[in-house]
């Protein structure tokens, strides 16, 4: 069991919106606006889409976006494109005892 | 362009250690930031397995912290992973990844992975 919660899956035809969740507890989410989202096609290495919550690394489009509110940290995706199939991940820093944890994945089907 | 390259045996046989090997092109390890790796069985998710900082401080998952070995070479900037008495559970893509100053996030880039399967 991941010690972040997201969604098994979620769907969007292209040009939609979607927003993906991540449920923590007031140890990691809630304590620290480290949550980092990755996406990973099949068969790639995971990608760094958003950190720090809601800032976005050179080269990422501005159709990504985070935000975060209480325990729960979203990822936004608008004008879904075929090409934002794949899984996503959400990431946060957890404190001392354990560092990092990351969600369990939530796969993105643009239909 | 900082690059990341995991080695090592794709097969492990089972209570045996597995040893791998992240080689870094185009950053000193030595200069900075954090240096990781994370897992993730075949059809699942990530699992974060551990970090080395530059200068040497280790950080470990606990639920593997008994096992696991983060070391760093600069001499051939590279750094690497040992895991004992490995079981079939500890079949994954290994990813080696270089993790920013906030306490070792964000992961801003990735090795490709490597395959590492425990049979007998």
């Known amino acids: 069991q991941s010690a972040l919660t997201q969604p098994a899956s979620v769907s969007g035809s292209p040009g939609q919106s979607i927003t993906i969740s991540c449920t923590g507890t007031s140890s990691d989410v809630g304590s620290y606006n480290l949550v980092s989202w990755y996406q990973q096609h099949p068969g790639k290495a995971p990608k760094l889409m958003i950190y720090?919550?809601?800032k976005r690394p050179s080269g990422v489009s501005n159709r990504f976006s985070g935000s975060k509110s209480g325990n729960t940290a979203s990822l936004t995706i608008s004008g879904l494109q075929a090409e934002d199939e794949a899984d996503y991940y959400c990431?946060?820093?957890?404190?001392?005892?354990?560092?990092?944890?990351f969600g369990g994945g939530t796969k993105l089907t643009v239909l | 362009q900082v690059q990341l390259q995991e080695s090592g045996p794709g097969l492990v046989k089972p209570s045996e250690t597995l040893s791998l090997t992240c080689a870094v092109s185009?950053?000193?390890?030595?200069?900075?930031?954090?240096w990781g790796w994370i897992r993730q069985p075949p059809g699942k998710g990530l699992e974060w397995i551990g970090s080395?900082?530059?200068?040497?401080?280790?950080y470990y998952n606990p639920s593997l912290k008994s096992r696991v070995t983060i070391s760093v070479d600069t001499s051939k900037n590279q750094f690497s992973l040992k895991l004992s008495s490995v079981t079939a559970a500890d079949t994954a893509v290994y990813y080696c990844?270089?993790?920013?100053?906030?306490?070792?996030?964000?992961?801003?880039?990735w090795g490709q992975g490597t395959l590492v399967t425990v049979s007998s």
């Open positions: 990431c946060s820093y957890a404190g001392s005892s354990t560092p990092v944890v």
């Open positions: 990844a270089r993790g920013g100053y906030s306490y070792g996030l964000p992961y801003d880039y």
């Open positions: 080395i900082y530059h200068s040497g401080s280790t």
């Open positions: 185009g950053y000193s390890i030595s200069s900075g930031y954090y």
């Open positions: 720090e919550v809601s």
